[in-house]
């Protein structure tokens, strides 16, 4: 069974840092791209970044130079270092891992940046 566990989500001031983490399982975690999605109230789902499994990236402009993402094969989980974080970066963030012809989604975390 594919699991994939989101975590590190919380209430963060604007400027402020926070990690996510996402834990995999049932899956061949060093194959597989992984990625980061958010999804606001009322917008649709959009990507945030991914990672292949050769480590090529991909940012969307609104995070480029602030969010980085990586991954640890050894410990089968993905990572998204958040800084100088926005209130436009709230949302529920969710990790994916993709493996042709599959594709599986955490539950989320929920990331809110309010004064």
């Not at 992984?34 to 649709?44: H, I, T």
């Not at 990572?79 to 100088?84: C, D, E, H, T």
Request: proline letters at 3%.
């Amino acid at each position: 069974q594919v699991q994939l566990m989101e975590s590190g989500g919380g209430l963060v001031q604007p400027g402020e840092s926070l990690r996510l983490s996402c834990a995999a399982s049932g899956i061949i975690f060093s194959n597989s791209a992984m990625g980061w999605y958010r999804q606001a109230p009322g917008k649709q789902r959009e990507l945030v970044a991914t990672i292949t499994s050769g480590g090529r990236l991909n940012y969307a402009d609104s995070v480029k130079g602030r969010f980085t993402i990586s991954r640890d094969n050894a410990a089968n989980t993905v990572y998204l270092q958040m800084n100088s974080l926005k209130p436009e970066d709230t949302a529920v963030y969710y990790c994916n891992a993709y493996l042709d012809p599959f594709l599986h989604w955490g539950q989320g975390t929920q990331v809110t940046v309010s004064a």
